[in-house]
Structures are given as C-alpha cells and as structure tokens.
C-alpha cells in the first residue's frame, strides 16, 4: 500500500473517494480510511494498492503522491548500536 | 584573546609563588606587561623545569629521561591575561624576552565531557522541577489545569506514571485514539517510552489531561520504502483536529508533545523527488502539521539523538538530522540539555531541513524520572526534552488559550525569553537557549498589560 492525497469535499467519507477515485475498496487500505489532512481545503489522504497508485498517475490532477511513508520511531534511550 | 604568560622572575619571587602558605598575585610577579590585560583573579602558577636526567643529556629535548625542578633558579611563573585581537600577532612577536617573559600560550576554553547515551542519570525530576520553577508557575495558576496534553508515542501505563510522579492525574480515555490493529486500552499499555514522556510532562503540568495516542504501536505489513508508519502518525493528527474543534473556543488548548523521528533516508524518496518527506514541505505529514498547529494547536517535537559528539547507533542521515516534522517552521524543536544546563552530546544540531533555525529551544533531559527503563536508567534523549517542555506549554495554556495567544506567538514568547546559551544568540546547539519559566512567566505578565479581551479586559485575568 503507497500513501497518496486527493481533492475531496469537506467531510469526505471512504466511499466517496472510492466513487470518485473509480477504485475498488480491495486496492484501498480501508481500515486506515480516508484521512482530513487539511479539511479547510479539502485535502486527504489514503493508502491504496501500488497498481492503483500506478493507474492513478494517468490522471493527474485526481491525485497528488504516492509520497514516503518512513519507518518511525522513539527518540530515545540513544542506542549505541544500529 | 586570553593568554598564559610564562615568566622567570627573581628565584625569591619563583620561591614565594611555590609555596603553598603564600598566595601571590600577578602584580607580584611582574609589573605590568604591554599589551596584556593581566587577570588579577588568576594565581600565579610555578612551573618546574625539565632537566636531563642523565648527565650530558640534551638540555632543549622533552624526549628523553627527565627529571622535573621546582628549585627557584629553575622554575618559572605561569599569569593569566588578555590581548586585543588586533594586536595580538605584534604583541606575540615582541613579548617574548621582555620583563622575564619565556613564552605566551593560549588559553583556550576546556570543557568537560558532554552526557551521553549509557552514561548514568544527571540529577533527577526533583531538580527538572525546580529549573521548571514548577512552585512559581503553579502559584501563579499555570498548572495545566483544562488542557488537552496528547502524548503521541508507544501509550501511556497510568498506574506506573501515578506511582512514579507520587500522585494521580488526569488520563483522558474518551479522546485517546489508536491506529487500527494496536492492541490495548488507553492508560493500559506496557510500561516504555510514551510512559516516560507522560510522566515527563505531567512534571510541570499536573493537572492537564493526557491524551494516549500510542502511534508507534502500530505494525502495518510491507518492507518497502513506501510502507512505514508516518501515514498513522498522520491519522493521528487528523484524530487530533477533531479534538480541537471541538472545544470551545474561549478554552483552546491542546498541547501536542511528538518524541519520534525518522532517522535513515533509506526510507524515504531522495530529497528533489516530489514525494520525498525530509525535506519537503508539501509532504501530506508536513501539511497536516501545519494545519494544526494554525487551528490552534501547540505541537513539539524532539530535535532527535544525532549530535556529533555521541549520536545514536540509528542515525543514518550524513548531515542535517533534523528531518520532516521535526524541523518544521510551525513546531517547537526541542534539544536536551542536562539538570546542569549543558547540551548532552547526542542532541541534534542544527540546521534544520524544513526551517534553518532549528532546533529552536532546549529542555532538561537525562535525568532520573519515570524509571520506565529500569532503577537507575534515566529518562533521556531529546525524547525526555520535548515532553518537559510540553509540559511547560500545557501549564501556560490553563491560563492563556490559543485564540487568545497563538501557537506561533507561544513560541516567539518561549524563545525570547529562554536562557541563552552557548555563543550569544541564537545558536545550533541550544537553539535560542534553555526553557526559562520565570522569563516566560514575566513575558505573558508584560503582554497581558499591553493586550485585552475582546471585551476589554486584561486577557491574562479571564
């Protein structure tokens, strides 16, 4: 699953970006859902399937991605080893 | 530039400065030098004389058998001063062979050993709360009385943090939040790092509600670049925007204190590329911290464990390891120094890839607190310094909501008025310096009487 955003309006729900996206609910990951990154603008976020992300950059302005989604992890205690 | 003068003055001086039952001055050594402001503070110090032990010996070759003189036609003196930078070639070149001057040394500053990982604890919370003057600003009802205080990080063990901290508090299971597939309740999980930073903050605000966000729980399958776990960090802030507009808009508070990091570039598109997140603000992460932090919230992040002195075994970033949403011009950076106010030795330094000037401030870590890793094992990393600060944000948030004074007006505040350190200033290593309650305290009292409500009263006194 690869991290991507899309343009949606306020208050979007998963099905609505499945609708709007033409995806089908097993390239999503939908236990994560659809994610209100900035709601003021209608910006979200979601994971789908590598294929789908893959088909999605045909269209362009339907989404923005996939972007990193690194490991994290605690700052601490600082470790001597790797 | 300071200096050390060696001298050879009369063999009675030379006596008279080795003896233990006198204590000479400068003055007493040598009447003045030109060019050099001697330190009147600065005892004298006698120097032996290094001699050939063997009879034949080179008398100017340290590498050799030597025996050592005290003997006052042996000795010589040793003063402490000042040359002018701009004089000091022309007074190193003429100096030498004047009023019984052998040679001019520098004197440049020492410093001790920087704390590192593995290092035992430096003080314990007692202190961190008295540097906080945790007294004063709960005297003054900055207690974190009111606020929301999520700790983002491996959950929170309530009754291990009320045992350690002596006293109960608040912990907030209605408004906690888990990514999907993390197993446990809030307040329940296994006693670690978020146990740790709860307690950490909960030092200088008792009273706010904890809010268990255990995000770094969460395990999703994958193995590639593009699988990690930053996207349920970022579920985690959108649960968060839910909290904030909630609340009323008179009583704004949320308080968000983020001890994690990113540390290798080997999961994460090179920095250029347009889904790269180290170094890009356009990252959904980055964005949606944005977003928070311009509804209202307040949002800290550890600068991380990759000093130059002692970094983490984990750092793999070859420069600037103060990445992503650690470095982000809209939240606190936060770097660790000891209860003796010097930077510990794997605090990150600066600059930051986001903003420049990070990390921004410091706070107290390597201490003993929580004991969440064990009797004896300190609460350390920049991981300890964030939540310490958090928990002075969310003191000074039970008195001063964030549609009263923003976030990004907070900072300026905390900064303005923090203890500088290192060179004058702002600096990489301390940020504008060290987290100063009693200056942060005057500066709201100070803007309170220039600033007031909506119906015109001192905001500080709603």
């Given at each position: 699953?690869?991290?991507?955003?899309?343009?949606?309006?306020?208050?979007?729900?998963?099905?609505?970006?499945?609708?709007?996206?033409?995806?089908?609910?097993?390239?999503?990951?939908?236990?994560?859902g659809?994610v209100a990154?900035?709601?003021?603008?209608?910006?979200?976020?979601?994971?789908?399937?590598?294929?789908?992300?893959?088909?999605?950059?045909?269209?362009?302005?339907?989404?923005?991605?996939?972007?990193?989604?690194?490991?994290?992890?605690?700052?601490?205690?600082?470790?001597?080893?790797? | 530039?300071?200096?050390?003068?060696?001298?050879?003055?009369?063999?009675?001086?030379?006596?008279?400065?080795?003896?233990?039952?006198?204590?000479?001055?400068?003055?007493?050594?040598?009447?003045?030098?030109?060019?050099?402001?001697?330190?009147?503070?600065?005892?004298?110090?006698?120097?032996?004389?290094?001699?050939?032990?063997?009879?034949?010996?080179?008398?100017?070759?340290?590498?050799?058998?030597?025996?050592?003189?005290?003997?006052?036609?042996?000795?010589?003196?040793?003063?402490?001063?000042?040359?002018?930078?701009?004089?000091?070639?022309?007074?190193?070149?003429?100096?030498?062979?004047?009023?019984?001057?052998?040679?001019?040394?520098?004197?440049?500053?020492?410093?001790?050993?920087?704390?590192?990982?593995?290092?035992?604890?430096?003080?314990?919370?007692?202190?961190?709360?008295?540097?906080?003057?945790?007294?004063?600003?709960?005297?003054?009802?900055?207690?974190?009385?009111?606020?929301?205080?999520a700790?983002t990080?491996?959950?929170?063990?309530?009754?291990?943090?009320?045992?350690?901290?002596?006293?109960?508090?608040?912990?907030?299971?209605?408004r906690s939040w888990s990514p999907?597939?993390?197993?446990?309740?809030?307040?329940?999980?296994?006693?670690?790092?978020?146990?740790?930073?709860?307690?950490?903050?909960?030092?200088?605000?008792?009273?706010?509600?904890?809010i268990d966000i255990?995000v770094?729980?969460?395990?999703?399958?994958?193995?590639?670049?593009?699988?990690?776990?930053?996207?349920d960090a970022m579920a985690a802030f959108a649960h968060l925007r839910t909290v904030l507009d909630a609340?009323?808009?008179?009583?704004?508070?949320l308080?968000v204190?983020?001890?994690?990091?990113?540390?290798?570039?080997?999961?994460?598109?090179?920095?250029?590329?347009?889904?790269?997140?180290?170094?890009?603000?356009?990252?959904?992460?980055?964005?949606i911290?944005?977003?928070l932090?311009?509804?209202?919230?307040?949002?800290?992040?550890?600068?991380?464990?990759?000093?130059?002195?002692?970094?983490?075994?984990?750092?793999?970033?070859?420069?600037?390891?103060?990445?992503?949403?650690?470095?982000?011009?809209?939240?606190?950076?936060?770097?660790?120094?000891?209860?003796?106010?010097?930077?510990?030795?794997?605090?990150?330094?600066?600059?930051?890839?986001?903003?420049?000037?990070?990390?921004?401030?410091?706070?107290?870590?390597?201490?003993?607190?929580?004991?969440?890793?064990?009797?004896?094992?300190?609460?350390?990393?920049?991981?300890?310094?964030?939540?310490?600060?958090?928990?002075?944000?969310?003191?000074?948030?039970?008195?001063?909501?964030?549609?009263?004074?923003?976030?990004?007006?907070?900072?300026?505040?905390?900064?303005?008025?923090?203890?500088?350190?290192?060179?004058?200033?702002?600096?990489?290593?301390?940020?504008?310096?060290?987290?100063?309650?009693?200056?942060?305290?005057?500066?709201?009292?100070?803007?309170?009487?220039?600033?007031?409500?909506?119906?015109?009263?001192?905001?500080?006194?709603?």
């Amino acid at each position: 699953m690869v991290l991507i955003t899309v343009r949606l309006p306020r208050g979007a729900t998963l099905d609505m970006a499945l609708r709007e996206l033409r995806l089908k609910k097993e390239e999503v990951d939908v236990a994560y859902g659809v994610v209100a990154i900035d709601p003021d603008h209608g910006l979200y976020g979601l994971r789908v399937s590598a294929m789908a992300a893959h088909r999605l950059t045909a269209t362009p302005e339907a989404m923005d991605g996939p972007w990193a989604d690194p490991k994290i992890e605690p700052m601490g205690p600082p470790r001597k080893d790797r | 530039m300071r200096v050390l003068v060696q001298l050879r003055p009369a063999p009675d001086v030379v006596a008279a400065v080795a003896d233990p039952a006198v204590t000479a001055t400068a003055a007493d050594v040598v009447n003045g030098l030109p060019g050099v402001l001697l330190d009147p503070t600065f005892t004298p110090v006698a120097v032996p004389r290094p001699l050939p032990a063997r009879t034949g010996g080179d008398p100017l070759s340290l590498n050799q058998p030597l025996i050592f003189s005290m003997a006052p036609r042996d000795a010589s003196v040793l003063v402490r001063g000042e040359i002018a930078d701009d004089e000091l070639s022309t007074r190193l070149a003429l100096l030498p062979g004047r009023a019984g001057v052998v040679g001019v040394y520098a004197d440049p500053v020492i410093q001790t050993s920087l704390t590192c990982g593995g290092d035992g604890p430096v003080g314990d919370w007692r202190d961190v709360r008295r540097l906080l003057a945790v007294d004063r600003l709960h005297a003054e009802g900055y207690d974190g009385s009111g606020v929301a205080l999520a700790v983002t990080d491996t959950g929170v063990n309530e009754r291990h943090v009320a045992a350690a901290l002596g006293s109960g508090f608040v912990l907030d299971r209605e408004r906690s939040w888990s990514p999907d597939g993390v197993v446990g309740r809030p307040g329940e999980f296994d006693v670690d790092h978020g146990t740790m930073c709860a307690f950490d903050a909960l030092l200088a605000a008792p009273k706010a509600s904890v809010i268990d966000i255990p995000v770094l729980l969460s395990r999703r399958p994958g193995g590639s670049a593009l699988d990690g776990l930053l996207s349920d960090a970022m579920a985690a802030f959108a649960h968060l925007r839910t909290v904030l507009d909630a609340q009323p808009a008179e009583s704004r508070a949320l308080v968000v204190t983020n001890s994690w990091g990113s540390f290798s570039p080997d999961w994460d598109f090179p920095p250029g590329h347009p889904g790269n997140y180290s170094d890009n603000p356009a990252h959904p992460f980055n964005l949606i911290v944005g977003s928070l932090a311009a509804a209202g919230a307040d949002i800290l992040f550890a600068a991380g464990n990759c000093g130059r002195e002692c970094p983490d075994g984990r750092c793999a970033y070859p420069d600037r390891p103060i990445t992503g949403a650690n470095s982000h011009p809209a939240v606190l950076s936060v770097a660790g120094v000891d209860v003796t106010g010097e930077r510990v030795g794997y605090s990150s330094q600066g600059p930051g890839r986001l903003a420049d000037r990070k990390p921004d401030l410091a706070a107290y870590t390597h201490f003993a607190g929580s004991g969440a890793f064990g009797p004896g094992e300190p609460d350390s990393g920049t991981s300890a310094a964030c939540p310490v600060a958090a928990g002075v944000v969310a003191a000074i948030r039970s008195r001063v909501p964030s549609t009263i004074l923003s976030p990004s007006d907070l900072r300026t505040l905390l900064m303005r008025s923090a203890d500088d350190r290192g060179v004058l200033g702002y600096d990489y290593d301390y940020g504008y310096g060290v987290v100063n309650v009693p200056g942060i305290v005057e500066a709201l009292r100070a803007r309170a009487g220039e600033t007031r409500t909506a119906e015109g009263r001192p905001w500080l006194a709603v």
